[in-house]
């Protein structure tokens, strides 16, 4: 499948290069095909599922059969990375290319199959082609980026995936019903643990392309530290959003238009997109109705906002105010996320149901270690992510491997050593691990 989706994007981009009076039609057609292939192979259970539940509700006699095929690894990915080459050329952003194993070699560019980013053929392409010479900081800065990857993944990540697994399935038990301050840390860690997964599988990934020579485009900055959830879409999975703003949200017209409900509609066919894309399920259709509320809630809501800042004579410029924003968009994120590790849409919503008990207690009484962490694990975790927040702090001012390659030699070698030893001694490995098993990966 992904050998036949590569020939026909190329056969179409050359084809597009030949017969510019059938462009848009060329276009449209490979467009079609591709997208089709996608949602055909991987998101066929949704409508299978949809179309059986209509037939018993309303007493007919057709029923249809699941697929059994599994979709080609990475098809989310380069799907879109091949819709995106095939439209740049369309719009004579970039050439068709003549030779079909540089189009093959840009999409199956093997470090970023499992979970991106999705760059551009005009981004890559030439780089994965060409030969590169061996550049000693260039391999340094791959290895240092690689280290800090596994650190995020294998300290961070697989300690907050216990205390998730805990909470959203039902205790270790598996019969306990979370309430209150549970529901809260469940929802943080979960966002915590995406996190530094996501990210850290994208530090794995782009420190290997370094130590090939080749420059990928950057997938998070900081997206913590923003102030509104529409400036954290453009630091978290950032190929991503650029993908569906640059192919979607502007040629719907963006926030150009004529009036502000056809600004609303494009963020909601962008947004129900985008949660189409992650999993044909309610769970994430769900969460990209929430995200599209959100940000709309905040265009409609911005002028009423100032004013009441003016009114209260709020000093916007204080770094109070920006912490407290700051601090407001990760809660409205959390909550935003908080249904995908829950089992169903139903289960998700009936812990929010149950969040708002009170037993502050919990946080003060041991309870907390009783969720699949003990008080070591515990502190790892807890220092782990002090220090993440730190090296984050440092990103706002720069490339913190480049501070770190300005210190002392001596300096320089304890940083990394520790971090190498970390990974080695705080890692979590052993029976049940799966080294593989990255939450994006699985779309």
Wanted: aromatic share 18%.
């Amino acid at each position: 499948m992904f050998a036949l989706q590569v020939l026909l994007v190329y056969a179409g981009a050359r084809l597009l290069s030949r017969y510019s009076d059938w462009a848009k039609l060329i276009c449209a057609a490979v467009i079609g095909l591709e997208i089709a292939a996608l949602i055909v192979m991987k998101e066929s259970s949704f409508f299978v599922m949809n179309v059986n539940f209509l037939s018993r509700l309303f007493g007919w006699s057709l029923h249809l059969e699941y697929l059994s095929w599994a979709a080609p690894l990475a098809m989310s990915y380069y799907t879109l990375m091949l819709v995106s080459y095939v439209v740049d050329v369309y719009r004579k952003k970039i050439a068709a290319d003549r030779n079909p194993l540089r189009l093959l070699l840009y999409a199956g560019f093997f470090p970023q199959m499992m979970s991106g980013p999705i760059t551009r053929y005009s981004e890559t392409a030439a780089a994965l082609w060409e030969g590169h010479r061996f550049d000693y900081e260039t391999f340094c800065f791959g290895l240092q980026r690689f280290l800090w990857g596994l650190f995020k993944k294998l300290v961070l990540s697989e300690r907050l995936a216990v205390l998730v697994d805990t909470i959203y399935n039902g205790g270790l038990e598996g019969t306990w019903t979370p309430t209150g301050v549970y529901v809260w840390v469940g929802a943080i860690a979960y966002t915590l643990q995406l996190y530094t997964e996501f990210s850290g599988g994208t530090d794995i990934v782009l420190g290997t392309a370094q130590l090939l020579g080749i420059e990928l485009p950057e997938n998070f900055r900081t997206p913590f530290f923003s102030t509104t959830m529409a400036e954290v879409w453009r630091r978290w999975h950032i190929t991503l959003s650029f993908w569906f703003r640059d192919y979607i949200y502007f040629p719907l017209g963006g926030s150009r238009v004529d009036a502000r409900w056809k600004h609303i509609r494009n963020l909601l066919v962008v947004w129900l997109c985008t949660g189409f894309w992650h999993g044909g399920n309610y769970r994430w259709i769900f969460w990209g109705i929430a995200t599209f509320v959100v940000l709309a809630g905040g265009i409609l809501f911005k002028p009423l906002f100032e004013k009441l800042t003016i009114l209260l004579r709020i000093n916007t410029q204080a770094e109070s105010w920006t912490v407290l924003r700051q601090l407001r968009t990760f809660f409205l994120f959390v909550i935003v996320f908080s249904v995908q590790p829950a089992a169903s849409l139903t289960s998700a919503l009936t812990m929010w149901k149950n969040a708002f008990v009170f037993n502050p207690w919990v946080l003060m009484d041991g309870s907390l270690l009783r969720l699949g962490l003990d008080w070591r694990e515990m502190a790892i975790l807890i220092f782990g992510l002090l220090l993440l927040f730190v090296i984050s702090k440092y990103q706002q001012k720069g490339s913190v491997r480049a501070m770190i390659a300005r210190q002392n030699l001596v300096c320089r070698w304890f940083l990394w050593l520790a971090l190498f030893a970390a990974v080695l001694i705080f890692g979590k490995y052993g029976e049940g691990y799966n080294p593989s098993d990255f939450i994006y990966g699985g779309f």
